[in-house]
């Protein structure tokens, strides 16, 4: 079955301490993958995503992401966190060829102490 | 470039009634996909929408359905509504073909709650 698993469920972290997100998926096939994060009070916005080429991906405020194909691993990480960043994040899969339809993780709340 | 609007941003109803909501994609997008939201279950895929037909389907009973006009807009209906299906309904929009169709767009969601 499809399936996203998201290590952390609730994390917390001073400012300026680093975070690693870790994300697992089981999909038959190629995919593409991405995160989202969801800020109190709005909607999902996406942070960073890789559908191919440099494993290692770029996002906004910071953000990186690698995937490594043997471990069907996509961690998310950022050196340096803020109070700003206190959010949900979503890893979330899709088939390349089913665009639709995402699979998201259960989700890890980041709460960042100033 | 407007972002995906999502109306009415909340809904209350009462169990066995029936309720519609609305999604209008961001402009060129062709694909539209639904999503619920809840603390449990997190996030689900309902269905996809592109070019007027359900391209994909997650795994919820057949009180829930959807359609897509000819300008991308989408409606999802829920008829004989349970106090499960309480929850956040996120609508998402993305090209829906080609390199990177694969990235969805989200609206602000509709508030469901039934009583």
């Known amino acids: 079955a499809q399936s996203v698993s998201q290590h952390n469920h609730h994390v917390i972290l001073s400012e300026a301490a680093s975070l690693e997100l870790g994300c697992n998926y089981s999909y038959g096939g190629t995919v593409n993958l991405f995160w989202y994060v969801q800020y109190p009070g709005q909607h999902l916005q996406l942070l960073l995503k890789y559908f191919s080429g440099d494993p290692l991906v770029k996002g906004i405020k910071g953000f990186e992401a690698e995937f490594i194909k043997s471990k069907f691993s996509f961690n998310l990480r950022k050196p340096s966190v803020q109070w700003s960043d206190t959010a949900e994040y979503f890893c979330a899969v899709v088939g390349s060829g089913n665009t639709g339809k995402l699979i998201f993780g259960q989700g890890t709340t980041l709460q960042v102490k100033p | 470039k407007a972002g995906v609007t999502q109306t009415p941003r909340y809904l209350i109803k009462t169990r066995g009634q029936q309720v519609t909501l609305s999604c209008s994609p961001i402009s060129g997008h062709r694909s539209v996909s639904w999503y619920q939201q809840t603390p449990g279950q997190g996030l689900q895929f309902l269905f996809e929408?592109?070019?007027?037909?359900?391209?994909n389907k997650g795994n919820f009973p057949g009180r829930f359905s959807g359609r897509q006009f000819s300008n991308s807009r989408s409606e999802m209906n829920v008829s004989t509504l349970e106090l499960g299906d309480s929850a956040l309904y996120l609508c998402a929009s993305s090209l829906g073909f080609g390199t990177g169709s694969g990235e969805q767009f989200f609206g602000p969601g509709t508030r469901l709650t039934v009583l």
């Open positions: 929408y592109f070019s007027e037909t359900q391209r």
